[in-house]
């Protein structure tokens, strides 16, 4: 819906998931290592296809739950002193089942 939505426009989309992203809510188990969210991996795949993330911003976000890029807006404006970084702060949140079973 987003990419139907914003896709025409000069709008710039740069994705990140939340805690209610996922079903269940709050359950990323963090434990399993470096890409095993099927979740994280989908994610990737659509938002590289969307053109959203280059291969290697969704290559990141697939194997790290986050990624960085420089500003680059739709329109043709680059700021290549501004960084964007998208944060899966679920990994930090202790309130998670999965974090506080572990």
Known sequence: MIAEVFGPTDVT??????NH????PNLQ???????SSI??????QIWNAAGWLTD????????WGYY????SLK???DYPKTKVIALNTMACYA???MIAAS
């Open 13 to 18: 989309v740069l994705p990140i998931h939340g």
């Open 21 to 24: 992203d996922f079903y269940p």
């Open 29 to 35: 188990d963090m434990s399993l290592g470096i890409g």
């Open 39 to 44: 979740y994280i991996d989908l994610y990737s």
């Open 56 to 63: 290697d911003e969704a290559r990141s976000y697939k194997e």
């Open 68 to 71: 960085s890029k420089y500003l």
């Open 75 to 77: 329109d043709g404006r």
């Open 95 to 97: 309130y998670d089942y």
